[in-house]
């Protein structure tokens, strides 16, 4: 089989001729720039370049040579301007905050503020990086206050503008014809995490509870944008991408962020008109990215139109690897959940790592339905050996 065939069968929920791999083909399968460089120098690969493309979260584009080495069958279609609207087009040399070298985008220039760095725009900062800290943090919130459906209609969301819809088509089909992996498309379509940019984490939540016709009108309007988004989007990539990558973290690490009854009053309506768009327009695998403890809300995400669930955070609350697998394995495709990033990838030895992610290949694998990465970015502080490990396994079994 090749990658894409490989990938194609177990999404389609039936056995591979081996469970496909991912490493670092969206942004919460990726790893952080400092922790790559580290892997190819314990690897001693001392050529290529660490290329930057998430600037908030720091990770780095995976080059070919450890694509193959790690047996990748996914690559990734970014965004024009994955974050902070920084084209990755054009680029330049730079320096991690641990010395080391790396390339950037070249419009990226962080200045000096307070304990650390920021970017700025218009003479004010928008994004902080503290010294203490590897990633960008947003400090913006542009919605912030507002109480008024008008001011949500006067509210520019982000598009996507000619550029970008140039580079799509031009990257798909490049991608398409270079190499015989499965492409995921990044998109994004988040609605609750959209809410949570434009107005701020904690005052969006109580507008939730307090203000829901303000949140419905805000969510009428961001659905509407999006569907346009997509249009545009399925008309620059077409046919050259198999998956399509929608997020929203709609867990903690002990229940659902809201109440299963606040989702499907307030959230799924606008996730299934936006996942159901997608499978009128295309023949794209819905690709979910969602952190937590979500057990009680899957059925209503595969409902929704859901075919892919990342990163399977298995530490979570009810959260159980076998449980998961018995309770849906039949109606969505697992992509991660591979190891646990919070104790064995970080804390544990190599002989433990192999031993958990061979024992999550056997559960989530069986009869399709599974792609192995770990749970989330591989951070930095991982010993690059674990990382090792963690590979080897999944091309052992």
């Known amino acids: 089989m090749t990658s894409r065939e490989r990938v194609l069968t177990t999404l389609n929920h039936k056995e591979p001729d081996r469970i496909p791999i991912d490493f670092g083909a969206m942004r919460s399968t990726g790893i952080m720039a400092v922790e790559y460089n580290r ?17 908030m979260q720091q990770l780095a584009e995976p080059e070919p040579w450890i694509l193959k ?38 419009d990226f220039q962080p200045q000096p503020y307070k304990e650390g760095e920021a970017l700025f725009a218009y003479g004010q900062p928008f994004a902080y ?18 109480r008024d459906t008008g001011e949500i209609d006067q509210f520019t969301f982000p598009t996507i503008d000619d550029d970008e819809f140039q580079y799509l088509s031009w990257r798909s089909k490049q991608l398409r014809e270079s190499t015989d992996r499965a492409i995921l498309g990044a998109f994004g379509g988040n609605v609750i995490e959209s809410g949570q940019f434009d107005f701020g984490y904690d005052e969006f939540l109580m507008l939730m509870a307090t203000e829901p016709l303000l949140v419905h009108h805000y969510f009428d309007r961001l659905t509407e944008h999006w569907i346009q988004c997509l ?46 768009h997608i499978k009128a327009k295309s023949k794209y695998h819905v690709f979910l990215h969602t952190c937590g403890a979500i057990s009680e809300l899957i059925p209503d995400l595969i409902e929704a139109g859901v075919d892919i669930l990342n990163p399977v955070q298995t ?25 646990e990033t919070q104790t064995t990838l970080f804390q544990g030895t190599p002989q433990d790592v192999k031993r958990e992610a061979k024992e999550r290949l ?10 192995f990465t770990q749970i989330h970015n591989i951070l930095v502080g991982f010993p690059p050996e674990n990382v090792v490990a963690l590979y080897e396994a999944a091309q052992e079994c």
């Not at 892997?39 to 600037?55: I, R, S």
């Not at 990086?129 to 507002?146: D, K, N, Q």
């Open 39 to 55: 892997l190819k120098a314990h690897l001693g690969h001392h050529q290529g370049e660490t290329f930057v493309y998430d600037l």
């Open 129 to 146: 990086r503290p010294e203490s800290s590897y990633v960008f943090y947003a400090m913006v919130h542009p919605l912030s206050g507002a």
């Open 231 to 276: 249009d545009r989007y399925i008309e620059a990539v077409g046919d050259n991408i198999d998956i399509i990558q929608v997020g929203d973290d709609l867990g903690t690490q002990h229940a659902p962020v809201i109440s299963p009854k606040m989702y499907r009053e307030m959230v799924k309506p606008y996730h299934q008109r936006i996942y159901q």
């Open 315 to 339: 530490s979570a609350e009810g959260m159980a690897p076998e449980s998961l697998k018995r309770s849906f394995g039949n109606d969505v495709v697992f992509w991660g959940g591979g190891c």
């Open 362 to 371: 056997g559960i989530f694998g069986a009869g399709g339905g599974y792609v």
């Open 69 to 106: 080495l790690f047996s990748a069958d996914v690559e990734q279609l970014h965004r024009l301007r994955p974050a902070f609207g920084y084209s990755i087009l054009n680029k330049r040399a730079g320096v991690l905050p641990d010395g080391s070298p790396c390339i950037y985008p070249a």
